[in-house]
Each structure stands twice: as structure tokens, then as C-alpha cells.
């Protein structure tokens, strides 16, 4: 198992560019979720999603969009880059068959300039 | 809503020597887990340990053990035998039994460095 993959690692942005954060697993898990990491903080969540399909709201959900056409993939869309987005964006999953644990993707640094 | 808070923005202790983390959290449920993650300068975030409200027992994990006291809100992390590759951000995690998104809530973390 490859577990949770991220790509890019890192990226550069100029305002008001658009990109697309790519998150891939391979362990069945239906619940998956984007969080971003400040410095200084905790990860706080963007979007999550319980199933394909089926996607809401986080706690810091403005300038970003996602979707869950299968339950492998959970692209995190940014429009329209901010210099406020200029974070590390980490993507995880879970299911019932992984014992409450979250697995967590390598993380992307993302530099809006 | 639910929140964790870690005081100690960075600890320090010396290699073989042990180090507690403190880790307080604010909940009105009585069902959920907790955990504590380990990101070493590689940014992966990895689980060290874990620990689920309903179990009266800590829980251990080799050098790494909890006290867990519920009646106080509080979750902290014993690290024994400290070891030069402890040295990272650990973060306390807080997860709702039965909430329907699943996720996690951090604290903001607490730097350990390990000194040889």
C-alpha cells in the first residue's frame, strides 16, 4: 500500500493563479479531508468528504473547492490564489477498517507571491 | 464546539532523560478519542499514540505512555528514555465517537528538542 499520496511537494503561486492539490489513496477508506498548517498552529480543516460523492464544509473553507468523483481521489482546487493561502496542505483519510487512526499524505508547501 | 490546547510551545530534555507534554481539551461529549501526532522536520504527520475516553487505562506505546484524566480534560504524553530522533512538533488531536464528519481537532503543538 502507498497509503495517502500528495503532489505536488511544493509549489509557488502568483495571485490570482489557480491550482489543483492532488490526493490519492489506497486503503478503501471513505472519510477523507483537507487540512492546512499555519505556522506557528495545528492543522485546521478546509473540506472533507464522507464518501464519493459527498463533500462539505470545514472550518476554513473560503477560496478553495473540491470534489469526490471516486473514493480514491480528493482533489483540493484553489481559485484565484491569495497571499493568505501561503500554507502546508495536508491530506488524510480514514475508515472503519483503521482503527480511528487518520493517515496522513506527506504534505504540500504551497508560496503564493 | 470542541478545542484542544497544548501551553508548552517548545519543550527541551535531554537524550535518555523523560519529558511530559501537557494537552487540555473542552468537550461536552463523553464518548471520543484522543491522540497525540509526532511531525519530525519531514512534515509527515505520525501517529504515536492513542487513546479512546471510554478506557479507564492509559495507554502505552513503548517509551511512549499517557495520563489520561478525564474528570479534568487533560491528555498528556510521557516520553521515556528520550532519544535524539524524538525531536519534532508532537501535536494533541481530539475526535468525536459519534460525529458524523470524523475529523480531527489539534492543539497548535509543542516543539521538542532532544539534546545529546
Known amino acids: 500500500n502507498a497509503g495517502v499520496t500528495q503532489t505536488p511537494k511544493f509549489r509557488i503561486l502568483k495571485i490570482g493563479q489557480s491550482m489543483t492539490l492532488q490526493c490519492t489513496q489506497d486503503m478503501n477508506h471513505n472519510y477523507m479531508y483537507w487540512y492546512r498548517q499555519d505556522p506557528g498552529m495545528g492543522l485546521k480543516l478546509i473540506y472533507y468528504s464522507v464518501g464519493a460523492g459527498i463533500t462539505d464544509k470545514g472550518e476554513v473553507p473560503n477560496g478553495y473547492n473540491v470534489s469526490r468523483s471516486t473514493t480514491e481521489d480528493f482533489p483540493l482546487r484553489l481559485e484565484l490564489a491569495a497571499p493568505s493561502q501561503t500554507s502546508v496542505y495536508f491530506c488524510a483519510s480514514w475508515g472503519e477498517n483503521s482503527y480511528n487512526e487518520q493517515f496522513f499524505g506527506p504534505g504540500t508547501r504551497l508560496t503564493v507571491l | 464546539a470542541q478545542t484542544v490546547t497544548q501551553s508548552q510551545p517548545e519543550m527541551s530534555v535531554q537524550e535518555a532523560e523523560t519529558v511530559t507534554l501537557s494537552c487540555t481539551y473542552d468537550?461536552?461529549?463523553?464518548?471520543?478519542?484522543l491522540f497525540w501526532y509526532k511531525q519530525p522536520p519531514s512534515r509527515q504527520m505520525i501517529l504515536v499514540i492513542r487513546q479512546e475516553a471510554y478506557k479507564q487505562q492509559n495507554a502505552t506505546e513503548n517509551r511512549f505512555s499517557v495520563n489520561f484524566q478525564k474528570a479534568a480534560k487533560s491528555f498528556s504524553l510521557k516520553i521515556s528514555d528520550s532519544q535524539l530522533g524524538d525531536t519534532a512538533m508532537y501535536f494533541c488531536?481530539?475526535?468525536?465517537?459519534?460525529?458524523?464528519?470524523?475529523?480531527?481537532?489539534f492543539g497548535k503543538g509543542t516543539k521538542l528538542s532532544v539534546k545529546p
Open positions: 468537550t461536552s461529549e463523553s464518548n471520543y478519542y
Open positions: 488531536a481530539f475526535k468525536d465517537y459519534g460525529g458524523s464528519q470524523g475529523n480531527l481537532i
